[in-house]
């Protein structure tokens, strides 16, 4: 038997939410923070490559945002398994240009 690499299961997977949070997943703020208050609704905007796990941008139903962590996502956000149809495919380009789309309503 092959031994597994300690970071390939459960909760200590560093890519345990590859193809569950892609662009367009909608989530629920678990906790305040500087970016989001409790129960505020985002919008996953970019997916990015951190070493060996992923990051999440996520953008705010009030347009702060900001990166998270595997373990952050664990922490601090609610998974909704949702889609928000109009995101599917919307490609990140810069902070500026997404503020442009949350202002035009995309």
Avoid: K, W
Avoid at 16 to 22: I, K, P, S, T
Avoid at 27 to 55: K, N
């Amino acid at each position: 038997m092959i031994p597994r690499h300690p970071l390939v299961s459960g909760r200590d997977n560093p890519s345990r939410y590859h193809g569950r949070l892609v662009v367009g997943s909608r989530v629920i703020a678990r906790v305040q923070t500087a970016v989001c208050d409790v129960g505020e609704l985002g919008l996953v905007y970019e997916v990015y490559a951190r070493g060996l796990e992923e990051g999440y941008s996520i953008l705010f139903a009030s347009g702060r945002h900001d990166g998270f962590t595997v373990s952050e996502i664990d922490t601090m956000i609610l998974l909704t398994g949702e889609l928000e149809p109009t995101m599917i495919g919307y490609q990140f380009h810069n902070v500026l240009q997404l503020m442009r789309d949350f202002d035009n309503g995309r």
